[in-house]
């Protein structure tokens, strides 16, 4: 069946600009999962979905990240104002359950944002 | 709040050898999983082995194993008649509750041919 896609595949924008990143996870997949990957670091999780609520978001890094999911399934990464620290790749991952122990996450090829 | 060290940034290895990637972790948690993902240039995350922490037993898929030492908090993976598919970086993370994994910062694995 078909994997966790991600679009755009790259993004590049100016400072200043408002940015929209978009996760459609595996059907049937009921929690989603972003993270952030800085060049040469591992990953940093951002945020995650049980359906469509989204128990903590303290790991998204400023109040200029937020984060949506619809019907359970199509979940939209949005950046204001996006900075040059912005810069990274963003994953999208997704799993049969809400959680990170027993159940792997699938992860998405990732989304490239540039920030010039 | 875990920790995920991997504390070795680059590794080499001719092809058909064998190496181990180390990582360590640190938590409080008792029950709890950890995992070994593969990320090649592609950017895509593979998931390569998973330990869960209440079996002793160490996880095997076919060339990847994993040597689990709850007790020093050590999870390392061995790789068996290393291939060139295998190139890519290695992520050790840790799972525990409903929150996203904890990723360390990866090693980056070269085979020599």
């Known amino acids: 069946g078909a994997g966790v896609s991600q679009s755009p595949s790259n993004k590049v924008t100016e400072k200043g600009k408002d940015v929209e990143l978009r996760c459609d996870p595996i059907?049937?997949?009921?929690?989603l999962y972003w993270y952030r990957q800085s060049l040469g670091q591992g990953l940093e999780f951002l945020i995650y979905?049980?359906?469509?609520?989204?128990?903590?978001k303290s790991g998204l890094p400023s109040d200029r990240f937020s984060a949506e999911r619809t019907g359970g399934s199509v979940s939209t990464l949005t950046i204001q104002r996006t900075q040059q620290e912005d810069s990274a790749v963003y994953l999208c991952?997704?799993?049969?359950?809400?959680?990170?122990?027993?159940?792997?996450?699938?992860f998405g090829p990732g989304t490239r944002l540039t920030v010039t | 709040a875990q920790t995920v060290t991997q504390s070795q940034p680059e590794m080499s290895v001719q092809e058909a050898e064998t190496v181990t990637l180390s990582c360590t972790y640190d938590?409080?948690?008792?029950?709890?999983?950890l995992f070994w993902y593969k990320q090649p240039p592609s950017r895509q995350m593979i998931l390569v082995i998973r330990?869960?922490?209440?079996?002793?037993q160490n996880a095997t898929e076919n060339r990847f194993s994993v040597n689990f030492q709850k007790a020093a908090k050590s999870f390392s993976l061995k790789i068996s008649d290393s291939q060139l598919g295998d190139a890519a970086m290695y992520f050790c993370?840790?799972?525990?509750?409903?929150?996203?994994?904890?990723f360390g910062k990866g090693t980056h694995l070269i085979i020599q041919p």
């Open positions: 991952a997704s799993s049969p359950r809400a959680s990170g122990s027993s159940y792997e996450q699938y």
């Open positions: 059907s049937g997949h009921t929690a």
């Open positions: 979905f049980q359906g469509n609520s989204a128990p903590d």
């Open positions: 938590t409080s948690e008792s029950d709890y999983y």
């Open positions: 330990q869960e922490a209440y079996k002793q």
């Open positions: 993370a840790f799972g525990g509750g409903a929150d996203g994994l904890t």
